[in-house]
């Protein structure tokens, strides 16, 4: 494979680690990244890609968010047996994760094929852009006369993480963005932004698992060499830069609100119709 080609997997990989996390859809720009630099590979390893790369964003988090995510440890001075060797907080946090599983199983699983061939394309990336661009700014507005009730994640209830769990299925669709939809899904129910972004951190391990195993599945396991040094270069570069996405957005929620994604939104998706429109 040429140096341009490697090229292409790294700028895939960084847009990736960038997009997955900040609100504005990994899976669009990944989309309408393909569609101005095609890399040089099948579409069924194509379409393979764009979901498995995604195992190097949600390490990121793992690595990240280790001591609040590991339930498990040992404490010989608790009474329980079971409070010894698992902090149970902890595990409770993790059935909720599993819970706001449930609406993206139950609908993903069946729908999947059909939202793919149906929605993969410019123009509905294009228009979520913009839609969901303009639902930031208005619940932004919305929420400024709001105090978030929910400040901790064990403050999350399983209804809570039920509800946030259904506004992650709207990210079905191309354009949407999983983080973005479930941000606002948790602002909503009365998270603050933090709590909200922390909890669709934890969400996405799960869930981009299961569609990554989906894929492996799916594209079957016979993989050239070449194949292989293309995964494995696209989830390293998009775990690095995930870290540093990551730890941006944290940053930068404690001091601003979800605007200024929104209005990036709204432009890159105009853009992106008149790109396409005289192309």
């Known amino acids: 494979m040429s140096f341009i080609e490697w090229i292409k997997v790294v700028i895939l990989g960084i847009v990736e680690?960038?997009?997955?996390w900040l609100p504005i859809s990994s899976t669009g720009h990944m989309i309408l990244v393909d569609e101005l630099m095609h890399l040089n590979v099948s579409a069924e390893f194509m379409n393979m890609f764009l979901v498995v790369i995604q195992l190097g964003a949600i390490l990121a988090?793992?690595?990240?968010?280790?001591t609040k995510l590991w339930p498990f440890h040992y404490q010989p001075r608790r009474q329980s047996l079971v409070e010894?060797?698992?902090?149970?907080?902890?595990?409770?946090?993790?059935?909720?994760?599993?819970?706001a599983c449930i609406p993206a199983i139950v609908v993903g699983l069946p729908l999947n094929d059909f939202f793919?061939?149906?929605?993969?394309n410019y123009i509905v990336v294009a228009l979520m852009l913009v839609l969901y661009g303009v639902l930031f700014i208005v619940i932004e507005n919305y929420n400024k006369k709001r105090k978030p009730q929910i400040n901790s994640l064990e403050d999350i209830s399983f209804k809570t993480a039920f509800l946030i769990g259904l506004f992650q299925v709207l990210s079905l669709i191309p354009g949407t963005s999983r983080s973005g939809s479930t941000?606002?899904?948790?602002?909503?129910?009365?998270?603050s932004r933090t709590i909200a972004a922390e909890f669709t951190f934890f969400l996405a391990i799960?869930?981009?698992?299961?569609?990554?195993?989906l894929k492996l599945v799916k594209f079957g396991f016979h993989f050239t060499g070449t194949e292989v040094?293309?995964?494995?270069?696209?989830?390293?570069?998009?775990f690095v830069v995930s870290i540093l996405a990551i730890?941006?957005?944290?940053?930068?929620?404690k001091k601003h609100d979800f605007k200024a994604f929104g209005w990036y939104r709204i432009v890159l998706g105009i853009l992106v119709l008149g790109f396409f429109a005289i192309k």
């Open 17 to 20: 680690g960038i997009t997955e």
């Open 61 to 66: 988090v793992v690595v990240l968010y280790f």
């Open 84 to 99: 010894r060797y698992v902090d149970i907080e902890k595990m409770i946090l993790w059935f909720k994760i599993l819970v």
């Open 116 to 120: 793919e061939e149906k929605f993969y």
């Open 183 to 191: 941000i606002i899904g948790g602002i909503l129910v009365g998270t």
């Open 206 to 213: 799960p869930v981009m698992f299961g569609a990554s195993l």
């Open 229 to 238: 040094a293309i995964l494995l270069v696209g989830m390293a570069v998009a």
């Open 247 to 253: 730890k941006f957005l944290m940053g930068y929620i």
